[in-house]
């Protein structure tokens, strides 16, 4: 019985932990739908994060702003932001997508953001450069960028949104989440909330592991409880790395590349999982017994999520 008490402990710390990350991304999101790549910002809040979903133009192969592209010229087409078809044209290798934002409110400090498994961006405000990550390449390497500030200040009522991205080593192009916009203040506050947040539940996660590994796992020499340090471990880890609006967290502060934070985020999730189903299957011994069937249903549970993990591509995660 105490060890099924154990291993429900073992699942509800992790359900909680995913939740909380969940919950504390979506509090306070807003919807703005745009048709035919125009969007009316008028009945919504700007302290509100605003996502720019609806349909978007689409510019594949090229860079709008960065080219000095006509749009009158070019052939674009309308994709509606979020999709699940995250591979867009593979053989695309740069991108930009266009919105036209009517009715924002003037003289106001915003950050427009955008979520995903994006190598390099470039998102200009009326043909501004308002926010990049410096490393948004062409077929003729890395383009130069200026640098810019975290927020944006406009003084035109109607905004042009336009988002280029570059992706030579991922596979794919384009976004599977619409950008969104909120002003300064609520950015800022978000970003201190939801770091808060992660460091408290890396902590907590971090003295579980070494409470198990110390005290349970050293002491009493339970493999169980050893690999719930190491998924413990995985897991702080994972929320560490894991991408929502304010960007990656520890790139944020050590300047660790995007791409290789999102590895990272990825393997922690391998690792949990698999420490998870480990940690089942250290209080089964088919030697002297068969599994009951509340130990059957919980070790389904673990694999599939394993299974699902290693067969999915990274960017469904982003």
């Given amino acids: 019985m105490k060890k099924q008490i154990f291993i429900l402990i073992v699942t509800i710390v992790s359900v909680l932990s995913i939740l909380a990350i969940i919950l504390g991304d979506t509090l306070g999101e807003k919807t703005i739908n745009a048709v035919d790549g125009v969007s009316d ?57 266009r919105l036209v934002l009517e009715n924002f409110p003037q003289n106001e400090d915003f950050v427009v953001g955008i979520e995903g498994s ?32 975290t927020a944006y200040k406009n003084t035109e009522s109607n905004l042009e949104i336009i988002v280029e991205i570059s992706s030579f080593y991922n596979g794919f192009s384009g976004l599977t989440k619409a950008p969104s916009v909120t002003s300064l203040y609520s950015y800022s506050k978000g970003l201190l909330l939801n770091a808060s947040l992660k460091a408290v539940i890396i902590g907590v996660l971090l003295f579980i592991a070494l409470y198990q590994f110390i005290v349970v796992g050293l002491r009493s020499k339970e493999t169980g409880a050893i690999f719930f340090s190491l998924m413990a471990i995985a897991g702080a880890i994972q929320v560490a790395f894991y991408h929502n609006r304010y960007g990656f967290l520890f790139a944020r502060l050590s300047y660790i590349p995007e791409q290789v934070s999102l590895y990272i985020h990825q393997i922690g999730m391998h690792l949990a999982t698999l420490f998870f189903y480990l940690i089942l299957f250290s209080f089964y011994n088919p030697r002297t017994r068969k599994m009951n069937t509340f130990e059957t249903i919980l070790l389904i549970f673990p694999i599939a999520l394993f299974m699902t993990i290693i067969f999915t591509p990274v960017q469904i995660f982003t």
Avoid: C, M
Wanted: aromatic share 14%.
């Fill in 41 to 97: 910002f008028s009945s919504s809040k700007l302290d509100d994060f605003n996502n720019l979903n609806g349909e978007w133009e689409v510019y594949y192969d090229e860079l709008i702003v960065t080219h000095g592209v006509d749009i009158a010229l070019a052939p674009h087409e309308i994709v509606s932001l979020p999709t699940q078809y995250w591979w867009g044209r593979s053989e695309a290798k740069f991108v930009s997508y």
């Fill in 118 to 149: 994006v190598e390099g961006y470039a998102i200009y405000i009326n043909r501004n450069l308002a926010f990049t990550n410096h490393n948004l390449h062409d077929t003729s390497g890395l383009i130069p960028l200026g640098e810019v500030e």
